[in-house]
């Protein structure tokens, strides 16, 4: 059964600090992966998605991927308050981008 | 652009009933995607949708099927409920099958007495 797995947290960092979110996955043909941010009582939103090893920058977010160790982060750079959520990493199996598994997620407090 | 709308939004059954939940996906989007998501088992992929056609499952039971009109509006049904179907159901839409950018729907809280 494929897997995705994370740290469930609670992580907390203060506010300005780095934080960082990490992943793995044990499909090793997965092509695709993804971070979603879902706040309390809310729907998943895509973040980012990365689909090559290295990094990938958007604004405060940067995704992490290295195939070679099935593994997958993500930094959030001088985090605020409002980035308090559970984050979501999600796995493209092989054969189809659609099918995604997800992992259980880690819930993230950014202490003002 | 209006997003991904689900109706309803909360929904009481009772064990042994059906329910039908439905999915608009945003205007173009052509693919819908279907998701369980409880506090145990997280989120689970049920099934995608895309010109009508199945084009995924998830590994649930046969109680859980869908279907999508002509216009990309999506129902799933969930039969002969149980106790453990007790979830928020998510649906996602994204343009076309193998899209990679999915956005999700509000939800539907379904709850099973």
């Known amino acids: 059964q494929k897997e995705v797995e994370q740290n469930s947290g609670p992580l907390s960092v203060p506010e300005g600090a780095i934080a960082s979110l990490n992943c793995t996955y044990s499909?090793?043909?997965?092509?695709?992966f993804f971070w979603y941010r879902q706040y309390s009582g809310k729907s998943p939103e895509l973040i980012m998605f990365i689909y090559s090893n290295g990094d990938k920058e958007d604004g405060r977010f940067t995704a992490q991927l290295n195939k070679a160790s099935q593994y997958v982060s993500l930094l959030i750079r001088d985090s605020q308050p409002s980035d308090s959520a559970t984050y979501l990493c999600?796995?493209?199996?092989?054969?189809?981008?659609?099918?995604?598994?997800f992992g259980s997620g880690t819930q993230l407090t950014v202490l003002p | 652009k209006a997003g991904v709308t689900q109706t309803p939004r909360y929904l009481i059954k009772t064990r042994g009933q059906q329910v039908t939940l439905s999915c608009s996906p945003i205007s173009g989007h052509r693919s819908v995607s279907w998701y369980q998501q409880t506090p145990g088992q997280g989120l689970q992929f049920l099934f995608e949708y895309f010109s009508e056609t199945q084009r995924n499952k998830g590994n649930f039971p046969g109680r859980f099927s869908g279907r999508q009109f002509s216009n990309s509006r999506s129902e799933m049904n969930v039969s002969t409920l149980e106790l453990g179907d007790s979830a928020l159901y998510l649906c996602a839409s994204s343009r076309w099958t193998g899209d990679n950018e999915q956005f999700f729907g509000p939800g539907t809280r379904l709850t099973v007495l």
């Open positions: 999600a796995v493209g199996s092989s054969g189809s981008a659609r099918q995604l598994t």
């Open positions: 499909d090793r043909g997965s092509q695709s």
